[in-house]
């Protein structure tokens, strides 16, 4: 077993600083960035650490090598995460991927037909960096949510946006347009120090190299933070959606949970210390909505005035967000779901008069 790991840990683009954050919180050393990536190394271990604890990342790239030419890949050993028998599958990116593929199919399949775990290859004129993917399914699936809920947002992103409003557990934090739940319930995760891949199970389980105790340790809790954590909907069915998912989770008795309109917010219990209030807000893309839109930004804005003076705002928005009526001091460009958004952030002054 080499005396260091190095890997890829791959996240949405826009998400970068927050899993870098993640990766030295989980012993890592940080080596070059890209956009939605970025290479970490640390001792035997460390990528275990990073698919258990990291909330951001959306898999780990396990860094098995890197070669100049195609008939270079027969001297790579495999050895460390192929157990004799196992499946391989392949996948190739990059400018030379086509030069690569036949040799890593011919290399890969005197060991096994193709499917399982999965060898990639990433492809250029100066040469081709080889990876096991660790993770096996992508990390946003954390084991608890079988019920998604209308437009709901990957777990990897909410947690990347919470970590982008540098919301810290402890702080009170209120999504009022919860929907399925998917902010409160990663909120209440690290309110109570439970880490998001303690429910499911990795590609690196299967690896010859692995040894069972780094998961124990990595799946031992952190320090709890507890705090109010609220999230509203004005949909019924959506919050039942929220408390069946929070129950999976583990997680229902540290959440508050109420059906209200995000336009006619009440103020928090007295004594409430200023926290985060955030929202995914409707995008609408179909014709005739946007009028809509803008009379429910127009009333958020306005309710979160009201209510919540001093309190910072996180909202998720396609475009429009001059039309809450709030003073923006920070805008992160990310894509949800195929399109481009602004996670528009600031701080709710009073309401005038």
Known sequence: ????????????????DGLARELVACGASLG??????????????????INVRSRIAERVLLHLGTVQ???ALGALSLKPVHAPGATLGLEMSGDAAGQFRPVAQRWLGTLAKPAGCTIVIHAEASGADVFVDSSGEPLHLRGYREEPGKAPLKETLAAGLLAAARWAPGTPLWDITCGSG?????????SRGLWPGRQRVFAFEWFPSFDPAWLVEAKQPGRAKPG???????NAGALGVSRRNAK???????????????????????????????ANLPYGQ?????DELGALYRGVGQAVRRALPGWRFAFLVERGEERLGLPIDQVVEITNGGLRCRFVQGVCPASPG
């Open 1 to 16: 077993m080499p005396a260091s790991e190095r890997a890829l840990v791959q996240c949405a683009a826009g998400l970068e």
């Open 32 to 49: 070059s960035r890209q956009r939605g990536g970025i290479w970490a190394e640390g001792p035997p271990g460390t990528v275990v650490r």
């Open 69 to 71: 030419r195609p008939d």
């Open 182 to 190: 998917t902010f409160v319930i990663e909120a209440a995760e690290q």
């Open 228 to 234: 109010l954590v609220r999230g509203s909907d004005l």
């Open 248 to 278: 999976r989770a583990g997680v229902f008795e540290a959440l508050e949970l109420e059906r209200l309109d995000a336009t006619k917010l009440p103020p928090p219990p007295p004594g409430t210390p200023p926290g985060l209030v955030l």
């Open 286 to 290: 179909r014709v005739g909505e946007q």
